[in-house]
Structure formats: C-alpha cells, structure tokens
C-alpha cells in the first residue's frame, strides 16, 4: 500500500508512541500486598518496578487490647542491571530501632554500608527479590533490611492452587531459608503462577508466627 508523505510521518509517529508504551508495560510492574500476622490485618507492602528501579514500602501496627505492640516502618529503592544491583538505599524503623542500608556497584565489588559498618559482596548481589524469580537460581542473597548477606537454600515444593484476587491459580511453589554463620535466620515461602509473577508469600518467624502476603484488589 502506497502512503502519502503526510500519512506516512503520521504512521511513524503512531509506530512509535506505541511502541514506548509497549516498552513502558513491560519495564513498569506493581505488586501491592495486604500483610497479616496469623490472620489478622497489620498493614501493607508494595513493590514498584520501573525502568529497573525497585522501590519497597513497607507499614506495619501490631496492636494488642488497643496498645500498640509492634510498629515497623520500611523503604528501599534498588536499582537494578541484569539481574544483579547497582545500588540500594533503605531505611528502616521497628519500634524504636533505626536501619539505614545503602550499597553501591564499584568495580569488582558491591560495597555496603549499614550503620557505619562496611562489608564488600560479590559485584552480582542479590537481595530477596521475590519479584524476579532468578533469585531461585542463587545460594546467597542480601537482606536490604540489616545488610546481613545470607546463605540460602532453596527447595520446589509440590505446585498447588492459591486463590488469588478471588480467583483460584495453579502456582509454583518454593520454601527459601536463610542462614547466617549457620544459625538460620528466615524461613520464608513463595508461589509464582505459570509465566513466574509473583503471587503470595508466607513468613515464618522464630517464635512460630506467620506473616502472609496476599495481593490486594
């Protein structure tokens, strides 16, 4: 089909818009949690990804016969390349404790800084990226939290059917503990449907309380 000039820089204009917001779909992704403890409501977290940016925000209240039991407080932003993290800024508040974390890509290292206390991890470091599946694939990961950068071993569990959003979803399902000098740290389980998105998650604590996840509407 012959186009005229005028309809052709029309046709390549139209190209183009479209496909910046197909590039846009694909860079850009939300995951917006409703968190609870045994149950009960505490609170929400929520992931936004752009451009490879990662940011995390994360409020929890605890409260028992009225009182406020347990507070926390969390934000992150990772910026990301390849799977692996060029930067990372957190800061974090639990009750009245205070966390800053921030990290940087410089040459064959990633170099972190946690309260004034500095360590240096492999270049390609991960942190508990639930969202990207290639965290499966690893045997250690950062904790964006208190910079502990922990052992991990990862196990497929049998798949299963979540409901998700009202909807019933045959996921994927994997168990990921974490350890540090050999005492564990966090057991923590994670679903993913067919196409690896993430869908829930379950935290298991020390004392025996779970904290859940579920995608909000």
Not at 95 to 100: R, V, Y
Not at 138 to 158: F, G, H, K, R
Not at 160 to 163: A, G, I, N, R
């Given at each position: 089909?012959?186009?005229?000039?005028?309809q052709?820089?029309m046709?390549k204009?139209?190209l183009s818009v479209?496909l910046?917001?197909?590039t846009?779909g694909?860079?850009?992704?939300?995951?917006?949690?409703?968190v609870?403890l045994?149950?009960?409501?505490i609170g929400t977290?929520?992931?936004k990804l752009e451009?490879?940016?990662?940011?995390?925000?994360?409020?929890?209240?605890?409260?028992?016969?009225?009182?406020?039991?347990?507070?926390?407080?969390?934000?992150?932003?990772e910026?990301?390349?390849e799977?692996?993290?060029?930067?990372?800024?957190?800061d974090?508040?639990e009750?009245?404790?205070?966390?800053?974390v921030?990290?940087?890509k410089?040459?064959?290292?990633?170099l972190?800084e946690?309260n004034?206390?500095?360590q240096?991890?492999?270049a390609?470091?991960?942190?508990?990226?639930?969202?990207?599946?290639?965290?499966?694939k690893?045997?250690?990961?950062?904790?964006?939290?208190?910079?502990?950068?922990?052992?991990?071993?990862?196990?497929?569990?049998?798949a299963?059917?979540?409901?998700v959003?009202?909807r019933?979803?045959k996921a994927?399902?994997?168990?990921?503990?974490?350890?540090?000098?050999g005492?564990?740290?966090l057991?923590?389980?994670?679903?993913?449907?067919?196409?690896?998105?993430?869908?829930?998650l379950?935290?298991t604590?020390p004392?025996?309380?779970?904290?859940?996840?579920?995608?909000?509407?």
């Open positions: 089909m012959h186009l005229y000039p005028g052709e820089k046709t204009l139209i479209f910046v917001f197909m846009t694909l860079q850009a992704k939300e995951w917006a949690f409703d609870f045994d149950d009960k409501d977290h929520t992931f451009n490879n940016r990662l940011t995390s925000q994360a409020d929890f209240l605890v409260k028992v016969l009225f009182i406020n039991a347990y507070e926390y407080h969390h934000t992150a932003i910026q990301w390349g799977n692996c993290l060029i930067r990372l800024k957190a974090t508040t009750n009245s404790d205070q966390f800053k921030n990290g940087m410089q040459d064959n290292n990633f972190v946690y004034k206390t500095k240096q991890l492999p390609c470091t991960m942190t508990f990226a639930y969202w990207n599946p290639a965290i499966l690893q045997t250690q990961l950062l904790n964006p939290q208190n910079a502990e950068y922990l052992d991990v071993s990862i196990t497929a569990m049998d299963e059917v979540v409901t959003k009202g019933p979803i994927k399902h994997y168990a990921i503990l974490g350890a540090l000098a005492k564990q740290k057991n923590i389980e994670v679903w993913y449907d067919n196409h690896d998105d993430w869908l829930q379950k935290s604590t004392e025996g309380y779970e904290i859940f996840y579920r995608l909000n509407n």
